[in-house]
């Protein structure tokens, strides 16, 4: 087969008829892809028990997604539950050429170079899912794992939460057997009159609270009561002219949250407002925003996604509002970026470096940057040929009809990310 070495960028390069993308596998420390029945184009990563800083192989992770089955056949939705392990890194002495035939070192590889498996429970679901996400709280009983609970957005407009814990706890107690009582959901949220796709678990209150859009711009708080009872506040928070895309809490103030709409604003809201008004209200995009993600180690940085596939980090600090009204302010971001030229589908800051983030966009790619690159640094602008790159992108991967993306919080540097054409797994040699 006749390989073209040349460096390819989607969006922008076209391939010629015949042709196909092949990764440059020695840019990866581990590379998996796996598919599902029907695509799932929102997960969350579920966290485990397995660690902190993990290094070792074969890695192991857990997760939850929600199924995108064809419209005919809606009542094959599902909720996923997964476990994947054996999750080798990449071979080396493959990829360098090396020989294979040094005995002791081809036994010490063995268990790093297992085959990947993936384990799946199934909990139906009356609709196709927007977007899901899960959320962990300790039990009273310190030996036992932590309560799992989702919740998924579907596209019916109902909003579901499920206790996953026993599905989870299933993939390693063997003989386990999941009633299906147990795959019932805990509560049926109603109070959305249309789809949305915005949902956010609050990381200040372990008893359960959680934050949802929809696309008429409406968002309801659901608050876990004491005896078990999940209770919307039927008074919505309004101030978007267009659909609710992303909403986030504050990871440092429990009662701040943020929204992005088509409507190119980002609002920052008090839920102590009796006025269920926005606090601050900034334009940040003359297009929908899609995504927004809230630094969590410099929580004074908000990054935001838009559908031109501009991408930004805001210092809200510079942020301006009124105590009694909304008002808006015109601040500039401190950085942006306009290497996509397709919209931007899904964003996230590394979980421990405030320099690093994931980004997705419908020019089929995954680009992992780092901010701490300076742009007089000589050496950083060395692309090697390559026009109109950016010195701060670090990585580029090309995974068609990509959705969503997540670091793994437990194994640093690794990142998944869904779409059409299923999951993809990886680590590169560059984070």
């Not at 590394?350 to 089929?364: E, F, K, L």
Request: aromatic content about 6%; glycine content about 6%.
């Amino acid at each position: 087969m006749d390989m073209d070495q040349k460096t390819f960028i989607p969006g922008r390069d076209k391939l010629a008829a015949g042709e196909s993308l092949s990764p440059d596998t020695s840019a990866y420390e581990l590379l998996h892809n796996f598919t599902t029945t029907w695509p799932c184009l929102s997960f969350d990563i579920v966290p485990d028990q397995l660690g902190t800083n993990r290094k070792a192989y074969p890695a192991t992770l857990y997760a939850v997604a929600g199924t995108q089955a064809e419209s005919k056949k809606a009542n094959q939705n599902e909720l996923m539950v997964m476990k994947l392990s054996g999750l080798s890194r990449m071979d080396r002495k493959r990829i360098d050429g090396e020989s294979d035939n040094d005995d002791d070192d081809d036994d010490d590889n063995d268990e790093e170079n297992a085959d990947p498996i993936l384990e799946t429970k199934s909990i139906p679901l009356p609709s196709t899912t927007n977007r899901i996400r899960a959320r962990q709280y300790p039990q009273q009983n310190a030996s036992r794992l932590p309560i799992t609970q989702t919740a998924t957005m579907l596209e019916n407009s109902n909003v579901l939460i499920h206790d996953v814990t026993p599905h989870l706890t299933s993939f390693d107690s063997p003989g386990t057997i999941i009633t299906p009582q147990q795959s019932n959901p805990i509560a049926t949220l109603k109070m959305h009159r249309t789809e949305g796709y915005a949902i956010d678990w609050s990381p200040h209150v372990p008893q359960g609270k959680l934050l949802t859009g929809d696309n008429d711009g409406k968002m309801f708080i659901t608050t876990c009561t004491d005896g078990g009872k999940w209770t919307p506040d039927t008074r919505p928070f309004l101030g978007h002219q267009s659909s609710v895309e992303d909403i986030q809490w504050s990871p440092s103030e429990r009662n701040v949250f943020a929204s992005a709409s088509s409507d190119g604003m980002v609002k920052v809201w008090d839920v102590r407002s009796k006025t269920h008004k926005p606090a601050i209200s900034v334009q940040v995009s003359e297009t929908d925003v899609n995504v927004i993600s809230w630094s969590r180690q410099t929580t004074h940085l908000l990054a935001t996604g838009a559908d031109d596939g501009r991408w930004a980090v805001w210092d809200l600090r510079q942020w301006k509002g009124s105590s009694d009204k909304a008002s808006t302010s015109q601040p500039s971001p401190v950085a942006s970026f306009s290497f996509h030229k397709e919209q931007i589908t899904s964003i996230e800051w590394h979980p421990t470096d405030d320099s690093i983030m994931a980004v997705a966009a419908g020019d089929n790619t995954m680009t992992l940057w780092d901010l701490s690159v300076e742009l007089d640094d000589e050496e950083s602008k060395d692309t090697a040929g390559i026009q109109d790159v950016p010195p701060q992108l670090l990585f580029l991967h090309y995974m068609e009809m990509i959705k969503e993306c997540h670091w793994h919080p437990q194994i640093p540097g690794c990142v998944v990310g869904t779409g059409g054409s299923g999951f993809g797994i990886l680590k590169t040699i560059s984070v």
